[in-house]
């Protein structure tokens, strides 16, 4: 098979007969292979049985429902274990991204040999209000990352090649970062493609503006991980001893300074009565609390399960 679309949605039933007739057109004129997999994120209008209804009429169609809400990330994990196409797309089921441009994208994980193609939505037809911040957005997920020429991580309009999917674990809120997940483990072709964007026709957004807040938070998460993510103790230890030498260093010169003022006939004070006193033993607690944490940190990386799972692209 040619294409796999994976479309989560949750409470998109308007739009759903007009998507699937839509890409029906497009892959039919092109002599495309495909399946179209909805995702049904626990919607509670009638999408379910508007996906059935269309199953009935087409043999591409599949569906997966969940039993109530978990998230985009969550739905589009279970359409990726599904898929079987030799090239993934994902788009949303709002109309917003545009099944016109599915021939393309193949074109170009097929023939330009990319492992991912984000979708770039260049002029956009959202409010203010979402476009500004998305650019910040953008431009920290580029740093971050170090995938330097995509301007859109979060399009919804993706395709990959099959093994990336297969071997990326989108969880959480992960699906704004899977090019940054898919540079993680080893996929380095990743480019972009500029795309058509409509207004939403139907239903409304399904996120609100706390998706910078989680989304720069998740960032951070992902950046940590995939640095330090099975050997912690590089930096709870490293930050750690600094902390703790620092501190003793403070503390014997606080106490080296009264020992030095008694022998020396000077006037003196009891150690607890400098600031400096406390400064430097917080310092000492804090540096082995962090190596504590480092040696924890260690223990579970230790155990999790994927900690020897590598991506082995060939073998003899
Ligand atoms: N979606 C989902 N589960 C959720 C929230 C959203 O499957 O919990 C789907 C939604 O139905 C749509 C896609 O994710 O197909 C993108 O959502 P939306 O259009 O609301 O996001 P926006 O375009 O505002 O970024
Ligand atoms: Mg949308």
Not at 78 to 91: H, N, P, S
Not at 244 to 256: K, L, R, S
Not at 294 to 303: P, S
Request: glycine residues 8%; proline residues 4%.
């Amino acid at each position: 098979m040619d294409i796999s679309v994976v479309i989560p949605l949750y409470n998109e039933e308007e739009s759903l007969p007009e998507l699937h007739a839509w890409i029906k057109r497009v892959m039919d004129k092109n002599g495309l292979s495909y399946e179209v997999i909805f995702v049904n994120d626990g919607s509670t209008d009638h999408s379910w049985q508007v996906i059935e209804q269309l199953a009935t009429q087409s043999e591409h169609v599949k569906g997966i429902k969940f039993r109530r809400n978990y998230g985009k990330s969550p739905a589009l994990y279970c359409g990726f274990e599904k898929a079987q196409g030799d090239v993934v797309i994902t788009m949303d089921a709002d109309l917003q991204d545009s099944p016109d441009e599915i021939p393309e994208l193949y074109r170009m994980i097929t023939k330009d040999g990319y492992d991912l193609v984000s979708g770039y939505k260049k002029k956009r037809y959202d409010p203010l209000s979402k476009t500004l911040p998305t650019k910040l957005f953008n431009a920290t997920a580029r740093t971050v990352s170090g995938i330097k020429n995509l301007h859109d991580f979060n399009c919804g309009l993706k395709a990959y090649r099959r093994e990336v999917v297969k071997n990326i674990e989108v969880y959480g809120e992960m699906h704004r970062y899977i090019p940054y997940l898919a540079k993680n483990a080893g996929f380095k072709k990743i480019g972009e493609k500029v795309v058509q964007h409509q207004a939403r026709r139907y239903g409304t957004t399904k996120f609100g503006l706390n998706r910078f807040v989680n989304g720069y938070l998740d960032l951070i998460s992902l950046w940590f991980l995939s640095k330090f993510g099975v050997k912690p103790m590089h930096i709870f230890g490293f930050l750690g001893s600094l902390m703790f030498v620092f501190g003793f260093i403070a503390v014997v010169f606080v106490g080296a300074h009264k020992l030095y003022a008694m022998y020396s006939g000077l006037p003196y004070t009891l150690v607890t009565d400098s600031p400096y006193f406390y400064l430097a033993l917080t310092t000492m607690i804090l540096g082995t609390q962090l190596f504590l944490a480092g040696f924890l940190g260690e223990m579970i990386a230790r155990n999790a399960p994927e900690r020897n799972n590598y991506q082995i692209e060939k073998e003899l």
